[in-house]
């Protein structure tokens, strides 16, 4: 490919700020969350653009959307490409949003050039990439890869107690839940281009980040039970606070990764909920939600059996009860190193600078892993902030992206 793609950057800068003002908190807050009506109307919205780009859309019986663009050779698997629009509460603009849009301008660049892929491009909108609703990340992608079975699948239920059989039909989305699970093969290969979500590349005034690893979360649920009473009548020595106890196994789980001594071990204790929550009550319940990453399985779930026996030592000491409810302990994914080399060369290419690098928060690619070779492809954002209203992606770097992705897609769909 000699020519430079650079279809429409202006057109795809409204699309994305169309799609960040469809959502339930006023501008610039963006909250999507999964089947709600701003959700639903993002969909269409997306759809809407696919189906007018010549995309053929389908949907699974949980709301994966695939939007394709038809090769010359129907019987090859597809390259695929994409990510996901829905948004936390609080969020910004470009999380997901420019792996979705960004995949469908690099389409349309290509288009416009009058490329003809020999494999098929498909654009892979995922639902609920975020746990906002159901407390579980990259639902969609959890049941494309079989990760997440129909029977657990139904078992969830949101804050309000509302379960997922009940939401999905509700939003429009029917069909047997088995599916959903794509069969290895389905796809040939897979490319997510996201912000990074980190500060690396803009501090280093890097392009393009190249992603080897995806570093995997381990989340345990902590519930302690401790004896509650009147601040003021109950004596120190015959305490059985729970928070308190709480407060031991966050510092614990903060010592445990630190003790590794690997930059990528991460571990964060993002819920505590205290009952009864009031100033002068002693906390009786406690609820803990933690979330433990490493690019290393093995070193990550080592964290979490330290996490398991501090629990069993506290509950001990302080003579509470303590029980743990392990949600999901992912295994990292590897990229592929032949679509990191094509990555590279579609780089240099383009002239732009791209570094090998880590992606220590997870991504729908992570279960693509399981079913296709994956790999992704990071711009910058400012200051590393994500999941906010002020997290941005400038001009120049979605340009970079895009780019590079439609080189990369050309090269693999020939």
């Known amino acids: 490919m000699t020519a430079q793609p650079n ?26 969350v999964v089947f709600s009506e701003a959700d639903l109307r993002a969909r269409a919205y997306v759809k809407g653009l696919c189906s007018a780009a010549g995309l053929t859309v389908h949907e699974d019986a949980i709301g994966n959307t695939f939007a394709r ?6 019987q090859l698997a597809p390259i695929g490409t994409g990510s996901h629009i829905d948004a936390i509460p ?35 909108i995922f639902t609920a990439e975020e746990p906002t609703r159901f407390g579980i990340g990259c639902l969609g992608s959890r049941m494309m890869g079989n990760v997440l079975t129909p029977a ?36 040939h290969q897979f490319i997510e281009l996201h912000i990074e979500q980190g500060p690396l590349l803009e501090q280093e005034g890097i ?69 009864p929550g009031a100033v002068n009550s002693i906390p009786s319940r406690v609820r803990l939600e933690t979330d433990i990453r490493d690019t290393d399985g093995a070193r990550r779930d080592r964290v979490l059996d330290a996490l398991r026996a501090a629990c069993a030592d506290v509950s001990a000491r302080r003579r509470v009860h303590i029980t743990t409810e392990l949600v ?15 990555m590279e060369a579609s780089a240099k290419e383009a002239g732009r ?43 120049e770097w979605i340009a970079n992206g895009v780019h590079v992705l439609a080189r990369t897609l050309a090269t693999l769909a020939s």
């Open 7 to 32: 279809r429409n950057l202006d057109g795809l800068l409204q699309e994305l700020a169309a799609l960040a003002r469809i959502s339930a908190a006023e501008p610039p807050v963006v909250t999507r």
């Open 69 to 74: 663009w038809q090769g010359a050779d129907p």
């Open 90 to 124: 609080n969020a910004g603009m470009y999380d997901g949003t420019v792996g979705v849009l960004g995949g469908l301008e690099a389409i349309r660049v290509l288009q416009s050039m009058g490329f003809t892929p020999r494999r098929s491009i498909e654009l892979v």
């Open 152 to 187: 657990k699948a139904l078992a969830l239920r949101d804050k309000q107690g509302v379960g997922l059989e009940e939401l999905r039909t509700q939003a429009g989305f029917s069909g047997p839940l088995e599916s959903v699970a794509l069969p290895s093969g389905r796809f």
């Open 207 to 275: 392009d393009l980040g190249l992603v080897t690893y995806i570093a995997a979360p381990a989340s345990l649920r902590i519930q302690l039970e401790g004896e509650g009473g009147h601040a003021g009548g109950k004596l120190m020595p015959g305490r059985k606070d729970a928070l308190t106890a709480a407060a031991e196994l966050i510092l614990a789980l903060e010592t445990e990764a630190l003790s590794t001594g690997a930059i990528d071990t991460v571990a964060t204790v993002g819920v505590c909920e205290v009952f």
């Open 328 to 342: 999901n302990a992912d295994p990292p994914a590897t990229c592929d190193a032949a679509i990191l080399a094509v």
């Open 353 to 395: 600078t791209s570094k090998k690098m880590v992606s220590r928060a997870y991504h729908d690619s992570l279960f693509m892993a399981r079913i296709a070779p994956v790999a992704m492809l990071f711009i910058p954002c400012r200051g590393g902030v994500s999941h906010r209203p002020d997290e941005y992606a400038s001009p």
